[in-house]
C-alpha cells in the first residue's frame, strides 16, 4: 500500500473546480477528484495552522491537546503530566505512529514544525525533510524534495509521503513568469462595489482598507503580483488580489500534475491512495477579511478533503458535516488498526463501506490566533459566538443562513432568536462533553484570554488607533475603546 497525503495550505474548497468554482484553478486536482470522493462539508477542528494540524496529527481537538493559537502558552501542546510514561503515549499513538503500527513508513516534505517551533511535530515519522523557507516555500522549491524521494523509493511499497503546498498563502508569491489565467476571467460575483464601500466604512487588520495587516502599507517590490498594492477600493482592486490567490492555486496545481505524472511514469498511480486537502480555507472578503484565516467560520475553517482509495466503492460525494480528524480516524481503521480511544476523531470507514449513513449532528469550530470564537455548524446555519474581536467589528452573535448568504453578508442573529437559542445549547453541550472528557484540563480559550487575546492582536490597540486616526477614521477609535473585548465562556 502507497499513500500520498497532499496538503495545501490556505486552500478553500470553494476555489476549487470540482467544489463548483467557476475558475478553473485545479484541473489536476478536479481529475483526482473524478477519480475518487470528495467530502463536501469536512471542518477543522481548530484554525488556523499551527492549531489545525496539530488537531489531525495528534487525533485530538484544541480543547484537549491544548493548541488553539499561533502564541503563548496556547501555542504549545499541553504536558501530560503525572501520567507520562517514559514515552508520551499521546504522542505514540498520534496519527503518524498509527500509520508507522500499520506497517506504513511514513515520510514528510514540509517546513510546518520549524516555522511555528511545533517540534512534537516530528514524532512518528521516519524521514522528515524540511525545505527550509519557514512557509514561503513555491511548489517549485518543494517539487525538488518529492522529485528525488519518489525517484529513489516510489516503487517500494508500504509508504506515506506527506508533502506540503504554500502558495495559496499571502504573500501571493507565484512567479510573474507563470503568467496569469485568470487575466480575462471575472471575480466571484458576491463581491460589489456596494459590498466594499461598505466594508471601507468599517474596521480591522487585513479589512478592506488595510488588507496587509494593521495599515494600508505598499508591499514589497519582491511580491510583483502585488505592486504598488495598498487597498481594496473598488473591483479592480479586488480583482487584482484575489487573482494573486487563485494563481497561487493554480500554481500549486500543477506540480500536483507532475507528481501525478511521477506516479504513472513508476506504474504505481492506480494503486496509490491519494488525499488533497489543507489546513484551513481563508477569507476573502467575507467579513471584511481579506487574504487572512481570522475567523471561526465555514470560509476559514472548511477544507477540501478528496480522497481517491482504489477499489473503494465509495460515492462520488458525502454531504456529512465531519472534522478532518475523523478522516484520519477512518484511514486508521481502515487500515485495521483501533483507533485511540482518547482521540476525538471519529472513524466512519465501517459506515462507508457498508453505504450507512454517517456524519456529526453538528460541528463546533474555533479561532484563537486573529480573535476568539467558538462555531457551531449545525443545519442549515452557522452560529458565530465571539469571546474577543481581535480588533475587528464583530457584535458578540452572529447568526448566517449557509445555502443562502455563503459569504457572511447578512447577519440574522436578532431575527431568529430561537436558532440562536438552539445553537448556543449545542455549544453549551460541546464544551460540557469537552472538559468531562479530561476533567482536569483549563479550557484553554480561558489562556489565551488571560494572557492578552488572540496572539496576533496582542499589544497592537494603540497602533492600529494610530492607524486610524491617520486614515481619517476617527469615529471607529470610540466603537473600539468602547466595546467590551471579552465574554463569559
Known sequence: MRILYIDIDTLRSDHLGC??????????????????????????SDAPCLPSRASLFTGRFGIHSGIIGHGGTAADLRLTGKIRGFQDQFLRYNWISMLRRAKLYPVSISPYAERHSAFWFYSGWKEMYNPGKRGLERADQVFPYVDKWLKENA??????????????HT????????????????????ITQEVINKQRKSYGPHSACEPSGFSAQTLPPELPRLKGFKEIRNLNDFKQWIDGYDVGIRFADEY?????EMLKEKGIYEETIIIISSDHGENQGE????????????????????????EKKW?????????????????????????????????????IENDENFGREFLVISQNAWSCQRTVRFDNWTLIKTYHTGLKNFPEIMLYDYENDFHMIKNIAEENPEIVSHGLKLLDKWHKEMLEKFPNNEDPMKIVLREGGPFHTRGTLDYYIEQLQKSGRQDMVKIILDRKETYTI
Open 19 to 44: 467544489y463548483g468554482y467557476h475558475r478553473n484553478t485545479s484541473p489536476n486536482i478536479d481529475r483526482i477528484a473524478e477519480e475518487g470522493t470528495i467530502f463536501t462539508e469536512c471542518y477543522v
Open 287 to 310: 467579513l471584511n477579511i481579506y487574504g487572512d484565516h481570522a475567523t471561526a467560520c465555514h470560509i476559514t475553517n472548511r477544507v477540501p478533503m478528496i480522497i481517491k482509495w482504489p
Open 155 to 168: 516503487q517500494k511499497d508500504n509508504w506515506f509521503l506527506h508533502v506540503n503546498f504554500w502558495d495559496p
Open 256 to 260: 500536483i500534475g507532475k507528481i501525478i
Open 171 to 190: 504573500p501571493y508569491r507565484t512567479p510573474i513568469s507563470f503568467g496569469n489565467p485568470f487575466k480575462n476571467e471575472p471575480t466571484p460575483s458576491w
Open 315 to 351: 460515492k462520488k460525494e458525502y454531504n456529512s458535516l465531519i472534522y478532518q480528524t475523523d478522516i484520519a480516524a477512518t484511514m486508521v481503521e481502515g487500515l485495521g488498526l483501533k483507533v485511540p480511544e482518547f482521540w476525538d476523531g471519529k472513524s466512519f470507514f465501517g459506515n
